[in-house]
């Protein structure tokens, strides 16, 4: 299984970090276009191998690739990430033709490629992908939804003062501070809907905290975060390569499903060896129906600013 990782920056190589530790990847490889990076984090990976007990083979690229050749899965991260105040959609005019260049390149080297595409906006890069490649819909996945409901776990788990790993809840939408739907009603704790534990104000804040989890911490740190985006990533990488028929929120092309056509917005799916093997259609209530149809309005809105 050969995982190449565009974008040596910081999503990229704790992406990278994540795949490695988890060792079910044969190889690596990272690309970068800055000089000298992709082979520097690939070399500085490879010297934890010892230190957690991985097997995995990364290697770095500057801008050759060749190197990712027979890749089975490519996850895209090239491109610049937001600055405090900055919203993802204001990145679009670089990240636009950095996408559209590197995943044409990817694909003339692994035509039977499935890509994961982390580049903000994200959800119109995944449609840009989409509209620019001729890849089957089933092989182009955006990730956004798996990291807003890890964030949205966490803030759950906050609130109701409890372990993260107690507590269940999925975010689906557009992934942009407007665009998030938490699914509070569906949301758990050991089963319990959390409705029976937090009041209505509190579970309101939750999602608010949730929608704006990027912007906290690109606030805190000065750019956005990566720990966890890298670890969202490769838990889509690893139920791909490993065809573990796993669930997450993902943004995925919809014709149809959700009375939605034609954009990429995050909905549940199942991750499987062909990439997006189904997307799932969850019964939603009449409130929810109408934040899905308005995210949807505002991601085909971004998407109305791509010169395709
Ligand atoms: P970063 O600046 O640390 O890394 C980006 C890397 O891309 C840099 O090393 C840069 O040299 C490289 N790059 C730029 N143009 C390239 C090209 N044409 N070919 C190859 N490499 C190229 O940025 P970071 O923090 O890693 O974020 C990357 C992207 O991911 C941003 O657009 C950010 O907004 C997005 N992001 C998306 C998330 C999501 O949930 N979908 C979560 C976090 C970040």
Redesign the pocket.
Known sequence: MKVTI???????ASCAEYVAIKDFASEVVL????EG?AEGKAMDLMQTATLNSFDTKITGST?DYSKTAGSDIAVI??????KPGMT?EE?IGI?AG?VK??SSKLIEQSPDVILIV???P?DTMTYLVHKTTNLPKNRIIG??GA?DSARFKYRLSEALECPPSDVDGMVIGG?SDTGMVPLTRLATRNSVPVTAFLSEDRLNQVAEDTKVG?ATLTKLLG????YA?GA?VSGLVQAIACDQKKMFPCSALLEGEYGLNDLCIGVPAILGKNGLEEIVEIELDEAEKNKIKESAEGVKKTNGLLEV
Do not use: C, F
């Not at 565009?6 to 990229?12: K, L, P």
């Not at 690309?31 to 800055?34: C, E, G, H």
């Not at 991260?77 to 937001?82: A, V």
């Open positions: 565009v974008g040596a920056g910081a999503v990229g690309l970068d276009i800055k990076v801008n991260t090239s491109g610049i990430p937001r993802r990145l990240n950095i260049e590197v982390v580049s903000n994200m990730m956004g990291l992934h990027g750019t956005s975060a990566w985006p969202a």
